[in-house]
T-cell receptor
């Protein structure tokens, strides 16, 4: 079954408003979570790496002040798109890493389709 | 340069026509290679993790193999429900993930 829960699945908002997306690991503790953006028929584009209890590491070109990431616990990371604009419309996906000796797994959430009007 | 390349970009198969998808990598310090299936509008679904050359894993009609330079995802007698985009990703020492661009598979009844 699903081990990473992402909510909401889709959201429509007005330009200028903020949207929060939640990503939860359901039955394991994820010290590291990742946030991606995906455009139609393209692969995943890593936006940031979120480590529990510390600041997120953003990829080049991703605005820290626009895409706020919080990883306050071992099972929850949130992405807030602040002052959203139509160009922020996209499919956002989170993933959570479960790691151990020869037990590397990276599970993905079901994604959030954001439409900014 | 660390890179993951998948081929072909798109593949159309008749139902029952077996084939293989390729994932080539030039990442140094491999810790694991992952295969995922992604349906439109959904997040990737985990299929396999491979750790070392020579390793193989199977799940239903899918079989993944790994060498020092590439991985293959073999699909035996595919069915229309196997239609999806298949992604591979490589985890290297230093904990960085590199994703391929995916292979879009269409299985025609």
């Amino acid at each position: 079954g699903a081990v990473v829960s992402q909510h909401p699945s889709w959201v429509i908002c007005k330009s200028g408003t903020s949207v929060k997306i939640e990503c939860r690991s359901l039955d394991f503790q994820a010290t590291t979570m990742f946030w991606y953006r995906q455009f139609p028929k393209q692969s995943l584009m890593l936006m940031a790496t979120s480590n529990e209890g510390s600041k997120a590491t953003y990829e080049q070109g991703v605005e820290k002040d626009k895409f706020l990431i919080n990883h306050a616990s071992l099972t929850l990371s949130t992405l807030t798109v602040t002052s959203a604009h139509p160009e922020d419309s996209s499919f956002y996906i989170c993933s959570a890493r479960e790691s151990g000796r020869r037990n590397e797994k990276l599970f993905f959430g079901s994604g959030t389709q954001l439409s900014v009007l | 340069e660390d890179q993951v390349t998948q081929s072909p970009e798109a593949l159309r198969l008749q139902e029952g026509e077996s084939s293989s998808l390729n994932c080539s990598y030039t990442v140094s310090g491999l810790r694991g290679l992952f295969w995922y299936r992604q349906d439109p509008g959904k997040g990737p679904e985990f299929l396999f993790t491979l750790y070392s050359a020579g390793e193989e894993k199977e799940k239903e009609r899918l079989k993944a193999t790994l060498t020092k330079k590439e991985s293959f995802l073999h699909i035996t007698a595919p069915k229309p429900e196997d239609s999806a985009t298949y992604l591979c990703a490589v985890l290297k020492v230093g904990n960085q993930f590199y994703f391929g661009t995916g292979t879009s598979l269409t299985v025609i009844p």
